[in-house]
């Protein structure tokens, strides 16, 4: 990939130490400690324990750059860039043993997301993008998939779940979607299923109302793979809410009429934690 910017690599140097402390974490759950902040919504001390990582060695690198952290403990910084951080994607995942959760940490610099990284903790891949220099894996460039109709398509997406989103439009919208795929897919970490749409693993993925530390480093890898990501309605998406991202026009078309039920009323539709 073109050389990698400094503070690209602190962002990666902060992602790998916390997949470090998660792995650690993973193999003890014994000494993990759990609370519920909302219905089906968990915190861990792994979390916790992560985000103290990132923090500190964002905070000694940047020193005057912001925090916006999902778990709080945020640092505001008049006019300079600022860091959103998810230290653990996929935290119901991590609490139940299934290997698949990832670190994302983005820059976001005058209202737009510069670089961001996705660390799939347990299978050791690191997804990277900067800003006008496409998105790697590795030392892979990434592409989104060329396929242009839903037929052969695979979609990923968040379900609606205890106490969660409006449970009967989403039906209607997953109704229309089923019948036309090749398959849907429901993995649990919002991050990697950005990630797996820029690497062309799937052809889109959508969820409702989802958070910036959710959204930002994983929509600009699909972007800069060739991507597209709007919200679910197709508006203009920036860190946060309904986000559709798709491999290209074709797709993105055809999944945006799909999923026109959701935005059928307007009713206000509950977060979705991933």
Known sequence: MPERSDVLEAMIRAALRAGDSLRSDLSRPDLIEVR??????????????SQAIIRAALTEAYPGHGLLLEEGDDRVTADAPRFVVDPLDGTTNFLHGIPHFAVSIALEAEGEVVAGVVLDVMKGELFLAERGGGAWLGERRLSVSRERGLGRSIVGTGIPHRGRGDHPRFLDAIAGIMRDVAGIRRFGA???????????????FFEIGLAPWDVAAGALLVTEAGGIVSQTGGKAVHLSGDVLASSNDGVHAAMLDRLAPLH???????????
């Open 36 to 49: 519920e902040k909302s219905a089906s919504d968990f915190v861990s001390s792994a979390d916790l324990r």
């Open 190 to 204: 919002a991050a990697l299923d950005l990630a797996y749409v820029a690497a062309g693993r799937m052809e889109a």
């Open 264 to 274: 059928a009323v307007a009713l206000p539709l509950s977060r979705l934690p991933s």
